[in-house]
């Protein structure tokens, strides 16, 4: 048909009339139309099936998830060539590989769907192994005739790309795709930053699709500029808010020759509209509108003469229009007077626009705009939200009274008289949408303002698609020494004459352990050493008191005694850890100085100088490694032997055994090096080829020196392998005493542990200093303490208590600064300031990363301050060497780090410590810097806003009732009204308690997480969070409503939710007469969520009644909630979910195969749901509901089942590497000591 009778029966069919401007050539003042170019291109040639194509069709021709990508492979080989059908096949098989099936598969049962994974494992395995090429776009047997020229025009404008801003208009999603990947490859098209735009597309195999958060992200980057082109089908033609372009391309795909004209198989042009849209798009000044077509192809040029014929007739026809239906389009018109039709009155010059978006609403679209924004309110099952429009009749016209539902900032609305009914609608409709904007409830978008959790993570993706502030995402940062060992300005050996003394005292009695001696060391350091307090370290695994006490009162050293102390410091640091370091002497850190045996320390420093034991340092010094004599072996008790007859071994003496001598024959049942040979001496001489001088001198039992341990792990290591030839028993005259005692060699191997807590410490203390926070040093430092350092503590449990007091201290601040805000836009809001992103952002800038003790104990990385050692410059060294200077953190761990420091504060100095932490941590407060500020500015606002809620509410209220359930005497009874109040009430004069709620569930889930903190000091992370995710959820908090008696009180408007709340009444009665009322016993019933919502909402009324004191709600606490979580909730009673325990035991098993895989369908029924639990691709169980998240917990059940009824289960079916490496420091041989003979180190 023509378009003449096209727009008269468009007229007809809606009773209406078309209008039109009065010159047509006035539009050039608002529209710059593109000049139109049509270019050519070749025929495609056949190009025969790729090599990739034929192997996946051998291996998966009848694999039915894959038979959409064998039609769009096939389709992009014969238009677009073989790298993009080859590129188009490997992402989607990929991406096949990764994304659940989404079929309806109730007729699929376990051994189709294991068939199907296997074909799928060799589809990915071909398409992995099959090499991708690189784009060749001169290439004819790569790429199309049609490709070449879209990119040959691409290249004029690479070299261009200042001033370009073009889109490609393709037919199908999976073209659009292919192209993006191709120009994003090309190295000739470095200039083009390309993007693509597609539809929403289907859940259906195969099928390319884009969600709308995805498509907003694009086309932002697009109007940002980060993008220079769009490459999108027809979903960017209209309805798309696409900033303007200079170029826009019509990427025609023709299906060939031959067929008949058709709109549907061609991409020129479906309607008249996409021509015109699509055009439209470049209304730049000087813009080209490129339109492809194959050469020779008489069909397209066909199909553009018509579509332009069209638009000259739909000109004609509207030129043709009689004058009264032209409006002049510069001079604005005016209605006719004395017009009695109402839509006379809708003046289109009454509208409200955002200045900076253009968004407009008018009179005709207020009303409409109204409805949406009620329907994007927060609500449940319980509650239509909706307008009510009241219109009454005054004097010579109407009034309309708009009422909004009780969670709306904007409750009411009154328009002025207007002469009709539908003009006082709308124009309250207006009215209301203007305020609804004031108050930021409605965007500059004219949007309602909501955003979902999942929404505001997306918006924040880095180049590699990875989360900001998640898990996954990681940087390398580096680490902080502590200022204190910095050198001072005008550092020479000169300033080290006066020092002070700090002594490391271990509490060990009488100095003595597993009846080793030890001896106490003592640093001389340039200042004072800060205090630090006392800790823990760990002789496997037994805990023992480090108190570091520096004295305040210097001593002063010659440069002679300074030099033996340089000389012992070095040779001792070198000796524990077998390497020698180089250090300056004006450039150490600290000098080591043993102290005389049973020496005390005054603190006035008086005498202290005669304390330090020089005669042991002498010996180091002079390096006296004398031979043992074999009678006088009896002060040998504390020295370190090394046997120069094997490898200069050195040993620890443990007893002098003149029981044995050489001659004695080996012992039975004991395995020694020298099992196997007659005697001590017939092993010496017949493998060291030694005599034995003396026969009858006693053996020396020994202990090897060991490698420095970690003394900072709670859990004892594997002790370290023991050599073959490592003596049990050494002969006297084959021995020398080595430099060092023993009892200061021990000592001395616990110096690294002692200095990495020191220095751990004098971070955290620097660190709390320069912030001025007021938190205890050892729970900062817990709270700066990851897992991976494997301590003795770790941020963990801080973690989920700083999280929880971050969480409820910005809920008050968010409640008490957004008063017109509903509870979904406070969440958003919640969001982007407790989100690990931005709490990532705050550590990242405060540099917490310099602080952060991440890595355990590793001997071979420990070098003290300015130490270097011979081997650094070796090659292989370089790698170790970065992780003494710098270290791997996830953008998660940042912000866990931040929340855990939180907690450090809250438990040193309750809420007003952890507030003034937060504000360290660069969260948001504005003007609030104590916990009084917040009822302060709660109070100051209120008196500036009219009551929220109609005295009268309280009529229908028992206040005394609601009061001696809660214990608690209310200033403001309003607030009871409030909390009480569903937003199913119609035209309720007090609002809905969601805002309260809101403020609630952040204080019922911090006291929540305080009292398991308190009850279960000992807790792991993961029991205290299974025990904090059963003590708040809707479940427990219907049965502590029910229990209390709140849901007699409740003002609602549902006869739906009265037999919900009847029918959980009688469940829980009946299962009381049973005596089932023990443990969750409320976890499998059905509980309205209003029941659980009133008690959180009622503990934020008495929160916010009480000045924002937590004492009120503590004692509310304490009597609803903590006799519920005593009796019913405890590590003994908890109810694991089976996936959760599925997990758990799958992972104790070191197995990584297990999978499960989601079959939605839009059906009800109670089999529409499906989840299938694969292990190592083999399905163990199929669990069916009517809802996904029950038939993954109904399948995890049964696989469990299975792994029950047979242990061996995973035996014969996991390939998983079963161990792992053990800890460096413990785990492996032990190294060589190699030494001259004179007792010096070789480094290893």
Known sequence: ????????????????????????????????????????????????????????????????????????????????????????????????????????????????????????????????????????????????????????????????????????????????????????????????????????????????????KEQNRVIEKFRMQEFNLLIATNVAEEGLDIQPCNVVIRFVECLGYGMQISWERFDFFRTLIAYIQSRGRARRPGSKY?????????????????????????????????????????????????????????????????????????????????????????????????????????GDGYVSRITLPSNSPVREVVSEVLRSKSLAKSSAALKACMLLHQKKALNDHLLPVFESEKDLMEEHRDEKGLLEGSKKRKSHYPKKVPDFWALPEGNSVVTLQTLYMTMLYVNLPDNMYDGQKYRTLCLLTRDVFPTIPAFNIFFRGVSKVVDVVPVHVPI???????????????????????????????????????????????????????????????????????????????????????????????????????????LSPIPEGMRIRETGYESFADYYHK????????????????????????????????????KGRVATYVVPEYCHRFSICASVFRSAMMLPSLLMRMDAFLGIREFRLSHGLHIDDHLLLEAFTTPSANMEMNYERLETLGDSFLKFVVTIRLYILFPDKHEGQLHSERIRIICNRALYKSAKELRLFKRILSMPFNRRLWRPPRFTAKIDNQPEMQDTLRDITEHGLSDKTLADVVEASFGAAYLTGGVEAALRCCIAMQVPFDNITTWSHFNEAYVTDRHKRPVRADPKTLRSINVAKVEEITGHTFQNRLLIAEALTHASLPNSTCPCYQRLEFLGDAVLDFLVIRYLFDKYPNAAPGIMTELKDASVNNHILGAICLRVGLHRHVAHFSSKLVGAITQFVTAVSEMDKNGECVGEYWSDLDVPKVLSDVVESMLGAVFVDSGFRTEAVEHMFAKWVEPVLDKHVTPETLKVHPLKLLTTRIQQDRCSGLYLRNMTSQQTHDKSQQC?????????????????????????????????????????????????????????????????????????
């Open 1 to 212: 048909p023509n378009q003449s009778y096209l727009l008269s029966h468009l007229e007809k069919a809606l009773n209406a009339q078309i209008f039109t401007v009065s010159n047509l050539n006035e539009l050039k003042y608002f529209v710059n139309r593109p000049e139109e170019v049509v270019v050519d291109y070749d025929k495609p040639p056949e190009y025969p099936r790729t090599n990739l194509h034929n192997a996946l069709w051998a291996e998966c021709a009848n694999f039915s998830r894959f038979q959409r990508h064998f039609s769009t492979t096939q389709q992009a080989l014969e238009t677009l060539g073989p790298w993009c059908a080859d590129r188009l096949f490997s992402e989607a098989v990929l991406e096949s590989d990764e994304r659940p099936d989404f079929r309806q598969g109730d007729d699929l049962d376990l051994e189709t769907l294991q068939n199907e994974e296997i074909t799928l494992r060799r589809a990915v395995e071909i398409v992995k192994a099959t090499p991708k090429t690189k784009p060749r776009i001169d290439d004819t047997n790569m790429f199309s005739p049609k490709v070449r020229m879209l990119v040959k025009i691409l290249t004029y404008y690479d070299a261009r790309p200042k001033d370009f801003c073009g889109i490609v208009f393709v037919e199908r999603r999976h073209t659009a795709v292919v192209l993006g990947k191709l120009i994003t490859e090309l190295p000739e098209l470095k200039n083009i930053k390309c993007g693509v735009l597609i539809g929403h597309g289907s859940s259906d195999e195969g099928d390319a699709r884009m969600r709308f």
């Open 290 to 394: 490129v339109i492809m077509a194959e050469q020779g192809n008489g069909d397209q040029h066909a199909i553009l003469n018509n579509v332009r014929n069209r638009e000259d007739e739909m000109r004609r026809w509207c030129n043709e229009l009689p004058e009264d239906r032209k409006a002049a389009l510069l001079d604005g018109g005016e209605d006719e007077p004395g017009s009695d039709d109402d839509d006379d009155d809708f003046d289109p010059d009454q509208s409200y626009i955002i200045p900076t978006t253009r968004a407009i609403v008018t009179l005709n679209s207020s009303v409409a705009l109204i409805h949406y924004f009620c329907n994007a309110l927060p609500a449940d099952s319980f509650c239509n939200l909706r307008a009510q429009f009241d219109i009454t009749s005054e």
């Open 556 to 662: 002063s050293l010659d440069h002679d005694k300074l030099e033996k102390l340089y000389t012992f410091t070095m040779k001792l640091c070198s000796s524990i850890v077998n390497k020698e370091f180089l250090c300056p002497l004006e450039e150490m850190p600290f000098l080591v100085v043993p102290l005389l045996s049973k020496a005390k320390v005054t603190p006035d420093g008086d005498g202290n100088e005669k304390l330090i034991d020089w005669d042991e340092i002498m010996k180091a010094v002079e390096n006296r490694t004398l031979p043992v004599d074999p009678d006088d072996v009896d002060s040998l008790m504390d020295t370190v032997i090394i046997d120069h007859a094997d490898n200069q071994r050195r040993y620890f003496v443990q007893a002098i055994r003149r029981d044995m001598t050489p």
């Open 687 to 722: 493998r060291f080829e030694l005599l034995l001088e003396r026969h009858d001198q006693p053996l020396i039992e020994v202990r090897k020196v060991s490698k420095v341990m970690n003394f900072l792990q709670t859990i004892p290591g594997v002790m370290p392998k023991q």
């Open 1172 to 1244: 299938i639990v694969f292990i190592h691709n083999k399905p163990v169980s199929h669990g069916y509901s009517n809802n996904i998240r029950v038939a993954r917990k109904n399948a995890a059940a049964l696989a469990n089942v299975v792994l029950d009824e047979d242990p061996t289960y995973l035996d014969g079916l996991c390939d998983c590497a079963l161990a792992k490496k053990k800890d460096e420091d413990d785990s492996e041989d032990e190294e060589e000591d190699r030494f001259d003979g004179l007792g010096r180190w070789a480094d290893v």
